[in-house]
């Protein structure tokens, strides 16, 4: 399913407050592509993505996935459609402290009300190297684990496409470069479409195509 980012917008406050996070960006998001995103702080890389997945909503402008423009519908929709379709990985993880890495992972087939496909989960635990910390609470886990858990939890049901804001920002340089190989041997096996944003240069650059946002001018970066 292709996904087209059409001239989007994001204000903040009003007046003197007034942000302008997001300034018309548009980009086409293919089947299977792998796209980085580098900005500095504060340049709007964090704005794009959550609008981009549904987590948030433009100022202007719209997203279409094939057809469904996510941001024109029902919330409710919306949240089984992300769900569904969309795996979200975030710097900090965002694990619930009081579930189990297992819990954790099959956290949104429960909301569906979707029953667990062991050998699926077996796959992507085993993918990751976590077949023997599933029963570990979070802070039971290095950050490493815990990153890990949560790309399990973005893939356990089966999106098309991972969205991943700063993966390894909040991880040493191995437990992040671990969790780089992983997520891009599993982007390839499963053949998913992944948008990374992230500081890493040597990350910027596995990617197939890059881009860079500055004040929230996103642009292509040409292939040298
Ligand atoms: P990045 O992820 O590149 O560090 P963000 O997308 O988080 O940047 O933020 C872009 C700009 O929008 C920043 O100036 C930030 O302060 C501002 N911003 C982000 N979220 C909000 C918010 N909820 N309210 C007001 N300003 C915000
Ligand atoms: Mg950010």
């Known amino acids: 399913m292709e996904i087209q980012v059409k001239d989007i917008s994001k204000i903040y406050g ?6 302008i996070a997001l300034n018309h960006a548009s980009l086409t998001i293919s089947e299977g592509d792998f796209i980085s995103i580098m900005g500095p702080s504060g340049s709007g890389k964090s704005t794009l993505l959550h609008i ?10 719209s997203v279409l996935y094939g057809d469904t423009d996510i941001h ?16 979200f990985i975030f710097q900090q993880f965002n ?19 979707k ?12 993918l990751l190297g976590l077949e023997k910390r599933l029963s570990h609470l979070p802070h039971e886990l290095s950050g490493g684990q815990q990153q890990r858990a949560a790309i399990a939890r973005a893939l356990i049901a089966k999106p098309d496409i991972i969205f991943a804001d ?7 340089s ?5 969790v780089m190989r992983m997520l891009c041997d599993i982007r390839k096996k499963m053949n998913k479409t992944l948008v990374i944003i992230t500081h ?20 292509e970066v040409s292939a040298q």
Do not use: C, W
């Open 95 to 113: 694990l619930l402290p009081v579930l189990t890495a297992r819990e954790n992972i099959i956290m949104p087939l429960l909301l569906d009300k």
């Open 14 to 19: 009003s007046n003197e407050s007034k942000v």
């Open 72 to 87: 024109n519908g029902e919330d409710k929709k919306l949240s089984a459609f992300r769900r569904q379709k969309i795996g």
């Open 174 to 178: 191995k437990s992040g470069g671990e």
């Open 166 to 172: 700063e993966p390894t920002g909040n991880l040493d």
């Open 200 to 219: 890493d240069p040597h990350i910027a650059e596995m990617a197939d195509r890059r881009f860079t946002i500055i004040d929230g001018e996103l642009s």
């Open 52 to 61: 981009v997945s549904g987590l948030d909503q433009p100022s202007m402008g």
């Open 115 to 126: 029953k667990v496909e062991e050998e699926y989960l077996q796959e992507l635990t085993s």
